[in-house]
């Protein structure tokens, strides 16, 4: 018997992380805006099995599989993430299945033989859920030939996020030392956003090249570990944002909320990025041997940033269309 769209759905998320413990990253981005929509027709739990980054991360992955093998308990749905779809076959749960999945390249992981012969598990347990969701067409396309149910549920924003004073910029640059020559931002500092690549080709350059968050690869860059708010700040100071991501990317939150601060954006359109750089007219690098020209390109052309911020801005991306679109493919896939 079907819940009816007038019936409470009850929803198990499994293995959400909670609170601030992993703050980097758009698919934990992502999870906070799914763990934070309200309403009347269903009840969203956090089971909580998290994944512990201390100590040995094959031993720790292990564990934590492990501990998903054991999970057990009723919803009338699970949403799941990469590692709860491993489990799927082998766990004692009940109930429908949603999987969300951002982008699946374990290239530039630290143990991509291992990784990728838990794809191959992960590709087959998808046959068995009732939803997959993605976040770009690039990943929709890519899945089609495993599973018959894909939605595209885009990442949102919180477009007063992105309202900034010409002072508070003034203000920000003043406090970080980024005064009398332009901010190249590079993106996170972490070897697969291609940041080591991009500041070889671009350290010539007079400058500030700039990188984000825990400095996981000794580039001599000017690196900012910072808060949310001065991150946007540092986006809407930038004259040029590169995103040269490596790997097949999900979507590239950083290119889109740079977007959404007009400033331009050259990446390398890996994976659901080129969605996102086509869709706003931004700059698409496939050659880091190419990236100065185009660099130097937008650093002339700061309109293009406009183009950017009118395609990132759109109705698809804003926290309401998240939210209805979440809410829709619960009540569907829980009244079958």
Not at 15 to 22: L, N, Q, R, V
Not at 119 to 125: A, R
Not at 229 to 235: E, F, H, N, P
Not at 248 to 273: D, F, I, Q, Y
Request: proline letters at 2%.
């Amino acid at each position: 018997m079907g819940l009816g769209r007038t019936m409470v759905v009850n929803i198990g998320y499994i293995e959400a992380p909670k609170g601030d413990k992993w703050k980097v990253g758009g698919g934990n981005a992502y999870r906070k805006s799914l763990l934070s929509l309200e309403s009347d027709n269903f009840d969203l739990e956090s089971m909580g099995i998290l994944f512990n980054k201390n100590g040995n991360k094959i031993l720790q992955g292990f564990k934590t599989l492990s501990n998903l093998l054991y999970f057990k308990g009723q919803k009338d749905i699970w949403i799941r993430d990469y590692l709860s779809t491993l489990t799927l076959p082998f766990d004692r749960t009940l109930g429908k299945n949603i999987a969300i999945v951002h982008h699946l390249d374990s290239n530039y992981l630290s143990y991509p033989l291992i990784c990728k012969s838990m794809d191959k598990l992960y590709y087959s347990n998808l046959k068995s859920v009732d939803l997959l969701v993605v976040v770009s067409n690039y990943w929709k396309e890519h899945f089609e030939s495993y599973v018959d149910n894909i939605k595209i549920i885009y990442n949102c924003f919180n477009m007063n996020d992105f309202q900034f004073t010409k002072e508070e910029i003034m203000e920000f640059k003043q406090k970080y030392n980024l005064l009398d020559k332009p901010i190249i931002y590079l993106g996170n500092c972490q070897k697969s956003k291609g940041v080591i690549e991009a500041y070889n080709e671009l350290k010539s350059m007079d400058a500030y090249l700039v990188t984000s968050g825990q400095k996981r690869v000794d580039i001599p860059a000017i690196n900012l570990d910072l808060n949310y708010r001065d991150y946007l700040r540092l986006l809407k100071a930038s004259s040029v944002v590169v995103t040269m991501s490596l790997f097949n990317e999900g979507w590239c939150r950083t290119a889109h909320e740079a977007m959404l601060c007009k400033t331009p954006v050259v990446g390398s359109g890996n994976g659901g990025m080129r969605e996102l750089l086509e869709g706003g007219k931004q700059i698409i690098c496939e050659n880091f041997l190419d990236l100065q020209k185009n660099v130097e390109y937008l650093l002339e052309s700061p309109e293009n940033g406009k183009y950017g911020f009118n395609y990132a801005s759109q109705k698809r991306f804003t926290q309401e269309c998240f939210q209805k679109e979440w809410i829709d493919s619960f009540l569907e896939v829980g009244s079958y």
